[in-house]
């Protein structure tokens, strides 16, 4: 807020183009004391680190797990894809099912960013800067899985279109080769999302930085920023650019990845309703991820006045829906499998339920239909601590249903005599928990160094609640 020189005093509010004159001072002041709060509550913690104490004791568990990860990859890449419980017919197991698992994680930054801005939801303000890295740390932790399935991971360059003395090229009717395409450009176009979005913040770190690394540090990442209306202009024009973009990659990445199940003859893949049925389902996992990382987070740093209990409900009104599309998904997979007749299917379903993997399905069930029904309620959906653990009992459903996609599938084919378990070692477990430290390491640094709530649109959001807009 500044001083206008002139016949009467008059002052300019940040991020108005109007003058207000004396009569509107005291609501002025409030206002200017309410952007000054937020931008020190959410610039501080890459400024001045507090809670450090807790953040140095999850940054150790997190690099242990990526220890780990490190561990497992070299024995990897020194003994091959045979150290995994992988065997024919079930040639995918924990690999595929990690990937898809992450792939869906990643889905609710895009949608949270992307979908909800142009729908003007403003309960999105105070968790999409957040959400936006997530989808970041996820989609690297899951592009690493394909890579490492190969076998020669070393030319994963061999999936690329380029240009070669031996007339090398993909082959373009592989959904393998679609994924590398479809996950390239969700990474780019989220990736250039979230940093312009966080462009405006990294300006206000730099101007409130007192030690000079820091604000050198700052001040390039800000790109020269200084906050005028042509800067302003430019960068809403480009926000909803991409935003545009990013919209439709939320429906398309995901039914990209499940064509690697729905164009296969096998049983329990060969279905069309997989595109929408693993787009619901990413949103869903996608969803509980977010809030099993705010919840801890907000109570952590004290961000219940800006991740608020409405915040908290919309997200698990939200994840509910998408719930009821999964549940959907699963009793038309049945349904079909009985209705066509086909006796291939019919075995699938029965394998699937009743068979040598059972108790996983009905696990499945349990922890991705059954208890989320208590979202219904409305003091579940409102209360951080049972809404943690009916997030956490999705996330980790979303990832019983892919492994039952995958490995039950595969190992229950068509010949009996090729049917054969799937067990998988010490080596898919550490793997599995190594990506997620991987993720948890890098959701860590950002943490510590770049703001995680957007301080610009907060304070816009303020704005609109001090004029009644909302």
Not at 131 to 149: D, K, N, R, S, Y
Not at 178 to 187: I, L, P
Not at 404 to 413: A, F, R, W
Request: aromatic residues 18%; glycine residues 6%; proline residues 6%.
């Amino acid at each position: 807020m500044e001083t206008i020189q002139g016949s009467e005093p008059q002052l300019r509010v940040p991020g108005k183009p109007y003058v207000v004159t004396p009569l509107d001072y005291p609501a002025v002041l409030i206002a200017a004391k309410d952007y000054q709060q937020v931008s020190d509550q959410i610039a501080d913690i890459p400024l001045v680190h507090p809670r450090k104490r807790e953040w140095l004791a999850g940054f150790s568990i997190a690099c242990l797990l990526l220890l780990m990860f490190m561990v497992a990859v070299g024995y990897l890449l020194y003994r091959g894809v045979g150290i995994w419980g992988i065997n024919i017919p079930v040639a995918w197991g924990f690999a595929i099912t990690n990937f898809v698992w992450w792939i869906g994680i990643g889905h609710a930054g895009t949608f949270i960013s992307a979908i909800l801005l142009l729908l003007l939801q403003k309960w999105r303000t105070t968790i999409n800067r957040f959400t936006e890295a997530m989808t970041l740390f996820a989609v690297i932790c899951a592009g690493m899985f394909p890579l490492l399935h190969l076998g020669r991971p070393w030319v994963f360059y061999w999936l690329l279109p380029y240009p070669d003395t031996m007339a090398l090229w993909p082959q373009f009717r592989s959904p393998l080769v679609w994924d590398v395409f479809a996950v390239s450009t969700y990474f780019t176009v989220s990736l250039l999302f979230w940093y312009l979005g966080i462009v405006p913040d990294l300006a206000t770190v730099r101007d409130k930085a007192r030690t000079k690394w820091r604000r050198i540090f700052y001040g390039l990442g800000a790109l020269g920023w200084r906050g005028s209306a042509v800067h302003w202009q430019n960068h809403q024009s480009a926000y909803l650019l991409l935003a545009g973009l990013a919209t439709p990659l939320v429906l398309s990445v995901h039914s990209v990845v499940s064509f690697d199940f729905a164009v296969a003859q096998l049983p329990g893949w060969h279905s069309t309703i997989f595109p929408p049925y693993f787009v619901a389902g990413a949103i869903y996992s996608g969803f509980a991820m977010v809030l099993n990382l705010v919840i801890p987070i907000r109570r952590l740093y004290g961000f219940q006045n800006l991740i608020t209990e409405r915040t908290l409900n919309n997200m698990a009104c939200v994840m509910l829906a998408t719930g009821w599309m999964v549940t959907y998904g699963y009793i038309m997979e049945a349904f079909m499998a009985w209705y066509s007749g086909e006796p291939f299917d019919r075995a699938m379903m029965w394998d699937r339920a009743f068979g040598a993997y059972g108790w996983v399905f009905w696990l499945l069930m349990t922890v991705n239909v059954f208890i989320p029904q208590l979202l219904w309620s409305r003091w579940v959906r409102t209360h951080p601590v049972p809404l943690f653990f009916v997030a956490l009992s999705v996330n980790v459903g979303m990832w019983l249903e892919r492994f039952v996609i995958v490995v039950q599938s595969l190992h229950h084919d068509f010949v009996p005599s090729s049917w054969r378990m799937y067990f998988p070692t010490k080596w898919d477990w550490m793997t599995l928990f190594g990506s997620i430290g991987l993720f948890l390491t890098l959701l860590f640094l950002f943490i510590r160094y770049l703001p995680m709530i957007s301080i610009s649109e907060s304070r816009e959001l303020i704005a609109q609640r001090k004029e009644g807009r909302l």
